[in-house]
């Protein structure tokens, strides 16, 4: 049981008047969180620090046009943040932070990270459409029954991890049917205790799951199914799945947990010299050619398989629609189930290819 | 499976152990298939899947990784993170519906020339069992 704050606001000012509190107290530097830009209802992270420029700040926009673990492990890489920030992060951003961290690619000092159970985000074209203020009322309502929402990503609809693992606060969202009244604010650590020790509110204890949680839960798993089932990946054959791909390597570039600096395709690794071709033609009648659809997204896979969060990125940006999002959970649950893993659950929890034990796979050896 | 079918099977070798134990087949003139193309390597731990996965789309009908026994890493554990990126790159191929029968991690020491001489000649008959890798006749790769 952790100690639960009660604030008889709508869940987002609820949360902004937690952040300016945190900023008009100096509890924290700096506030990490979405903010309008522009007027085209595009949004994107930023750091705020006068309490004043929180007017901009839309915490709970269900968008994700980029992943907040890449931005914070970037702001964290060399050292740990030098002053004390407040991150509001989705729970498979925090997740894939996790991740990085345990890669040394960014630090949780000073981070004071507020999360919350998530109702997911709308796909990107949802977003550049302009349509998505439409939606927003449905979504809440979704989000108050513990339900999946309509036409969110498909990898947010199979997303069972949506109660964050490693946050200091978490916002109970979904099954609060008075969210646009009153919202609940649950402090996990001790850390939380002392951030937001002199704010107004009714403190009680609970819990962020509740029975709404576990039928959202369960919901998403058979949505997670029926998905897999429709994207046909369930007996894939791997030719036909990536057949369309024109390694524009934007799921590369979108994913939080792909992480080197220096990716093994701009290493110069995967190419060959012009006698190579010349060899294989002479050989085989014909040489394939770079770029590979099927070689690229192999690697992907063999990279970050492992630690695959399911956030849908890779997706979403694919523009030759390639539901990477499926063929990543897929390949993601297999092989992390195989190590018995989670990824972001446990910053302690060691990688899986980075440990071992004496006695295992036994039957992997002939 | 064709009239006339040579494979060929990549062979990742730690140089510590299978390599000299190939070696040492060698050298009893045990019989070892001609098919296998030796890649020296100083730790069966430094197979990354890319290796293998470029390999078998490049035409390769087999990859087979040898390694030391465990407890006997000259790096003191390589070879248990080869076993680990050996049941990764198995799942991920398995999930994709590719063929993992033609990928085989064995130990092999330093001083068993014979039982490399068995490994050897044991995965070449699976692998000519199996046929050619039908990846070989794949434009796309």
């Known amino acids: 049981m952790a100690k639960v704050l009660k604030l008889n606001k709508g869940a987002e000012q ?19 969180t979405f903010s309008k830009v522009g007027e085209s209802g595009g949004v994107a992270y930023s750091l705020i620090t006068d309490p004043a420029a929180l007017e ?6 269900p968008l994700m046009p980029v992943d907040a673990a890449k931005v914070l492990s970037r702001l964290t890489l060399v050292e740990p943040a030098a002053e004390p920030i407040a991150a509001v992060v989705r729970p498979c951003e925090l997740r894939a932070l996790t991740e990085l961290i345990k890669r040394s690619q960014g630090s949780l000092d000073n981070l004071l990270l507020i999360s919350s159970t998530c109702g997911g985000v709308y796909p990107l074209e949802t977003g550049v459409n302009g349509n998505i203020g439409e939606k927003l009322p449905g979504y809440w309502e979704a989000v108050k029954k513990g339900e999946i929402a309509a036409d969110i990503r498909p990898a947010c609809a199979a997303c069972e991890h949506f109660v964050p693992y490693n946050a200091d606060i ?3 969202l979904i099954g609060n049917k008075d969210l ?7 402090l996990n650590t001790d850390k939380a205790e002392q951030f937001t020790d002199g704010l107004a509110g009714e403190l009680s204890q609970g819990e962020a799951k509740s029975e709404v949680v576990d039928s959202l839960r369960a919901k998403r798993q058979a949505r997670k199914q029926e998905l897999l089932d429709e994207f046909g990946v369930e007996d894939s054959d791997i030719q036909k799945v ?5 390694v524009c390597r934007n799921c590369n570039k979108v994913c939080p947990v792909c992480y080197c600096k220096v990716c093994f395709f701009d290493s110069g690794g995967d190419e060959h010299d012009q006698r190579y071709y010349e060899t294989e033609m002479g050989k085989k009648g014909y040489a394939p050619v770079l770029p590979a ?3 690229y997204q192999l690697v992907r896979l063999f990279h970050v398989s492992i630690s695959c969060i399911g956030c849908g990125l890779c997706g979403d940006v694919c523009p030759v629609n390639i539901p990477l999002w499926a063929v990543a959970l897929k390949t993601g649950g297999a092989v992390q189930n195989a190590f018995d893993y989670l990824p972001g659950r446990d910053l302690d929890e060691g990688l899986p290819v980075t440990t071992f034990k004496p006695e295992e796979f036994a039957a992997t050896v002939d | 499976m064709g009239e006339g079918f040579t494979p060929r099977i990549v062979g990742f070798l730690c140089n510590w ?10 050298a009893a003139k045990l019989e070892i298939p001609a098919s296998l193309s030796v890649i020296r390597v100083m730790c069966s731990g430094r197979v990354d899947p890319v290796l293998v996965a470029t390999a078998l789309l490049q035409g390769a009908d087999g990859v087979l990784i040898a390694g030391c026994h465990p407890g006997d890493c000259h790096y003191r554990e390589g070879n248990y993170y080869a076993r680990r990126r050996f049941a990764l790159l198995k799942k991920t191929l398995e999930t994709l519906g590719l063929d993992t029968e033609r990928l085989m991690l064995a130990w092999v020491s330093a001083s068993e020339g014979q039982r490399f ?6 995965f070449a008959g699976q692998i000519m069992e199996l046929g050619p890798n039908p990846m070989k006749t794949k434009i796309s790769l």
């Open chain 1, 14 to 32: 609820c949360l902004l008047e937690l952040l300016r509190f945190l900023l008009e107290r100096g509890k924290v530097k700096g506030v990490f």
């Open chain 1, 56 to 61: 901009a700040a839309l915490p709970l926009f």
């Open chain 1, 170 to 172: 978490t916002l109970a």
């Open chain 1, 180 to 186: 646009d009244k009153q919202c609940l604010i649950q």
């Open chain 1, 242 to 246: 990536f057949e369309k791909c024109i």
């Open chain 1, 293 to 295: 659809p099927t070689f």
């Open chain 2, 17 to 26: 152990c299978s390599y000299a134990g190939a070696d040492l087949a060698g």
């Open chain 2, 117 to 122: 001489g068995e490994v050897a000649n044991q």
